[in-house]
């Protein structure tokens, strides 16, 4: 019996794709892949590589810890590639809160809420991070988080440097 | 508030193959062993009754779905939101400049009536249109039995995310989703997760590649996330997406894992555009005045990333905003 082998791809190892052009201009696809994206980015730079309006899905590269972040609404973090474990803990009355009106902003260091608890994601894990909480990463090794968010303050928009521009 | 009246579906008994023929307003629609026969005041059209079914089966799951469902290069629909268009060659270069071409205006609920019943007679026993087609039986023959329990599958849509408490729960051997037998490789391993004390059910996370993994259907994007309007799609692809999509806004596609293989066209001709070759990792946007059909030679597992604004369609129609999601 044929046995199949499930690729996923990763930093090390991954193989872009392509567009063939018949009568198009490739700009309008937007393509780009996730592991290309991390393996330039600096430690949790949040890259969108995907558009629609206001809402994003940025490719994060997890390296070290980030800072505490928190967003005016649930955010989706899928673990790619590696291992992050992914802190969460209620905001404190003195905390900042969500100040964009989407997207996530940075904390000025710890919240002072509630610890809610951690979980170590690996590849393939979806982890809820849920509105009204203050999250932090932590990845050991390079790893890959695809994001599920808005256009925020800190979202960067680098299109031109990522994304297939010639047929 | 208006109370919509009974749908009354329009159609025929039996024929010699065993098979109920449908009208809605002046389309007539006939099976026989092999065969789907389409007419209209202006022309008429055959489909293989396996892609046929395949096709009206996605189209009657996604209740008409985003846009333009292409049966075909000739026959589908179109989703205004409370009504539906039904078309013969209206997407079509060939059959609009003869002018062959047809299209009525239907209430969702009298054409959806009718799609439920002509897919509920037209598929035999043992044919699942859902399925890959190593996975299931012939959609061909004389009509012998139905498949109910296939064709009226639930469908999934998470409410926050699949697996928080209340919300669509998680697979597993139990509630009949085994490992797809080109799945098998992978892991099934389940997030730890470690909640403070009084933080259980505020904790969730969840193996989205095992949860596909064990998907049993194919070409069937069902929501997993929910930010706002921005629907995380995903679903296990393998042969042919049995509808051409034609987009009435910017969808996304992320490729999670193996290869597929767009055929991209002009949403309004048919004319062919580009290829788009989608690798683990690889990243795409489909522009809102294109069509497209993808081709997995392996099962795959792909992330649709939908907007569901409902204004985005008569903003992108009108000019308002571009059918890119992005200006370089
Ligand atoms: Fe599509």
Redesign the interface.
């Known amino acids: 019996m044929k ?7 990763s930093l090390a190892d ?11 201009d ?11 994206v991390a393996s330039t980015s600096r430690p949790y730079e949040k890259v969108a ?7 994003v ?1 940025e490719a994060i590269r997890a390296e070290g810890t980030s800072e505490w972040r928190t967003a005016p ?4 973090a ?1 673990v ?1 590639d590696g291992e992050v474990e ?1 802190r ?1 803990q209620k905001l404190g009355p003195d905390d900042t809160a969500a100040t964009a009106e989407r997207g996530s902003n940075a904390l000025k260091g710890a919240p002072s809420g ?15 991070l ?1 509105v009204g909480a203050a999250y932090q990463f932590h990845a050991d090794k390079p790893s890959v988080i ?1 994001l ?3 256009d925020g303050p800190d979202t960067v ?1 680098k ?2 440097d990522i ?1 297939q ?1 010639v047929a | 508030m208006t109370i919509a009246a009974p749908v009354k579906v329009d159609s025929t008994g039996p024929n010699t193959d065993g098979y109920r023929s449908f009208r809605l307003g002046e389309f007539k629609f006939r099976r026989d062993e092999y065969f789907v026969y389409v007419e209209w005041p202006t022309g008429k059209h055959v489909m293989s009754a396996d892609s046929f079914l395949k096709a009206l089966q996605r189209d009657v799951a996604w209740q008409f779905f985003y846009g333009i469902v292409n049966f075909d290069g000739v026959v589908g629909t179109v989703n205004h939101y409370g009504t539906v268009d039904l078309f013969a060659g209206r997407y079509n270069d060939v059959y609009r400049k003869a002018e062959l071409d047809h299209l009525e205006n239907f209430s969702t609920p009298m054409i959806k009536a009718t799609f439920d019943e002509m897919l509920d007679d037209w598929t035999n026993a043992g044919f699942d249109p859902f399925a890959s087609p190593t996975e299931t039986g012939s959609a061909f023959g004389i009509k012998h039995g139905d498949n109910r329990a296939a064709i009226t599958r639930h469908r999934v849509t998470a409410s ?2 699949v697996s ?1 408490p209340g919300d669509e729960p998680l697979r597993n051997d139990e509630n009949g989703h085994p490992v797809n ?7 099934q ?8 004390p ?2 259980d059910g ?9 949860y596909l ?1 064990r998907s049993q259907v194919t070409w069937n994007p069902s929501v ?7 629907l ?1 799609c995903p679903t296990t692809e393998e042969y042919i997406l049995p509808i051409i999509h034609g987009n009435d ?2 969808e ?1 596609f ?6 597929l293989i767009w055929q ?1 066209e002009d949403r309004d001709s048919g ?17 809102a005045d294109i069509r497209h059909q993808g081709y997995a030679p ?2 795959a597992m792909l992330l649709v ?3 569901a ?1 409902p204004a ?1 369609p008569a903003l992108i129609s009108s000019g308002q ?1 571009p ?4 200006e ?1």
């Open positions: 046995t199949y082998t499930t690729n996923f791809g991954f193989t872009k794709g392509s567009i063939d052009i018949i009568d198009d490739p700009k309008r696809y937007v393509f780009s892949n996730i592991f290309e590589v995907g558009k629609n309006r206001q809402y899905v609404h649930d955010e989706f899928l790619m992914i969460l509630a610890m809610m608890g951690r979980v170590v994601a690996r590849r393939g894990h979806m982890t809820l849920p695809l599920q968010t808005q928009h299109w031109a994304i521009t | 926050r995310m928080v037998r080109h799945f098998l490789d992978v892991a391993d389940e997030p730890e997760k470690h909640p403070e009084g933080f505020e904790i969730s996370s969840f193996n989205l590649y095992a993994s997993v996330s929910v930010c706002g309007d921005s995380y806004r910017v996304w992320i490729q999670l894992s193996d290869e991209v004319a062919a555009l580009a290829k788009v070759t989608m690798r683990s990792g690889d990243v795409a946007a489909m522009p392996k099962r990333w939908e907007n604004d985005l905003l059918s890119v999601p992005v370089i």
